[in-house]
């Protein structure tokens, strides 16, 4: 059986989800990103001591993205994309959600919920706020006329691009103003293996 570790409330959050999607039997282990996750335990798992980390069989990995890509093309549940230019697309996208929308929300997240309140400094959250408008038009813009990232259909671009997404929902960060984007981010995130990822324990 596939094992999974992590918490719902990480980044490991969007791996459960594709594992909910595809609908395979798997083990969530239960492992905390502050104290379980430096456990020589874990770390003969992930040496990078972060979450999350997934054993299907011979094969470990680490990276949610990864994790996630993989997940898509070995069991599909939908998610997998339909042609070769799609899958391509659905990596861009993945990669375009770690690199030009998380850098701008993980200040709101440290600045607006981790740090302690004298630790947090309220210009580096106006400026995330401000930086992240230029790549949510992009993605508003590219969900002009459609109703999924590749199309007709939810897949795992889908999926990864709202769970990096989730962190504006968590701060407090509204984008209503990007109607396409957040008509788009309340379908995938009200999806029903989103809702058993969640949940999950």
């Known amino acids: 059986m596939i094992r999974i570790y992590g ?40 040496p990078n001591g972060r979450i999350p980390a997934l054993v299907d069989g011979d094969l470990t990995l680490f990276e949610s993205m990864a994790i996630n890509l993989y997940l898509a093309r070995r069991y ?44 947090r400094d309220a210009a580096a959250v106006v400026a995330a706020e401000q ?16 109703p999924y990232l590749l199309g007709d259909t939810f897949t795992i671009a ?10 504006a929902q968590f701060v407090g960060f509204s984008f209503a103003t990007f109607a396409n984007a957040q008509r788009w981010f309340d379908a995938c995130t009200s999806r029903p293996a989103m809702a058993r990822a969640q949940a999950a324990a």
């Open 76 to 119: 599909d549940g939908g998610l997998r994309p339909g042609t070769l230019e799609d899958e391509a697309r659905a990596v861009q996208w993945s990669f375009w959600a770690m690199t030009e929308l998380e850098p701008h929300l993980m200040p709101m997240v440290l600045h607006k919920v981790m740090l302690p309140e004298p630790e």
């Open 7 to 46: 918490i719902p409330a990480s980044r490991a959050l969007r791996s459960i989800w594709a594992l909910e999607e595809v609908g395979v039997p798997y083990e969530l282990v239960p492992t905390h990103f502050i104290g379980d996750s430096k456990k020589p335990e874990f770390l003969a798992v992930n």
């Open 158 to 167: 889908d999926l990864n691009v709202s769970s990096v997404l989730g962190l």
């Open 131 to 146: 930086a992240i408008r230029k790549p949510l038009q992009v993605l508003d813009d590219a969900l002009a006329g459609r």
